[in-house]
């Protein structure tokens, strides 16, 4: 009996439909756990508990991750890979402060457009260890202090500082409902940093007007 082989097209719809329920089921327990977070502490989330919210099997939330923290982190990977190929990976020369403006701003829409699990993850991010790793992939494109100055010499902590402040300004902008447009924030931040730190460190640093 000869064996019908499967059409390239086909295999394509399939996986594609196959990721969709993937997506599909992910989707529904990270929602679960958003919830529950705002009911009790992380700690005190059964795996029993989260996929009868879900309405999801058991054993198809072991197919993906080996407990609520391991769920946790896959989170903050997707995050920090998503923000990576948005905002990390840029060809910015941050000579001017139409540069600085534009890589926050990209930071700032990201936020923005996924408001809700950013500050679940930055609420539950106990060790710090996705706000950290952000923090030195920002760090490897804009100009740092530490290249500049000597550990002796207070300003060397200058690029830490700043970049400390704007993620703690969006944490608080996320938290307040982001009145303030993307656009305003990033001018307004992108000019006290180079205003404040990055003239420090640079008198002849030129500023865009545009």
Do not use: H
Not at 97 to 116: C, P, V
Not at 158 to 163: D, E, G, N, R, S
Not at 176 to 204: I, P
């Amino acid at each position: 009996m000869a064996v019908t082989e499967e059409k390239p097209t086909a295999r394509l719809n399939k996986y594609k439909t196959n990721d969709r329920r993937v997506q599909k089921t992910k989707k529904g327990l990270r929602s679960a756990l958003f919830e529950l977070i705002k009911q009790k502490d992380i700690k005190d989330i059964s795996v029993t508990e989260l996929t009868q919210k879900a309405e999801i099997n058991r054993s198809t939330f072991y197919f993906y991750y080996k407990d609520i923290y391991d769920m946790m982190e896959q989170i903050q990977d997707e995050i920090y890979s998503a923000i990576d190929k948005e905002l990390i990976q840029t060809d910015l020369k941050f000579n001017k402060l139409s540069d600085y403006t534009t890589y926050i701003q990209r930071f700032l829409e990201y936020s923005k457009e996924n408001s809700e699990i950013c500050k679940f993850v930055i609420m539950n991010d106990c060790q710090n260890k996705l706000a950290k790793k952000i923090l030195d992939a920002l760090l490897k494109n804009v100009p740092d202090s530490k290249l500049t100055y000597e550990p002796t010499d207070s300003r060397y902590y200058l690029t830490t500082f700043a970049i400390n402040a704007i993620q703690g300004t969006v944490i608080e902008w996320l938290n307040d409902g982001m009145q303030v447009s993307t656009q305003e924030m990033a001018a307004f931040l992108s000019m006290t940093y180079v205003l404040g730190s990055v003239r420090m460190k640079n008198k002849d640093f030129f500023i865009d007007e545009k």
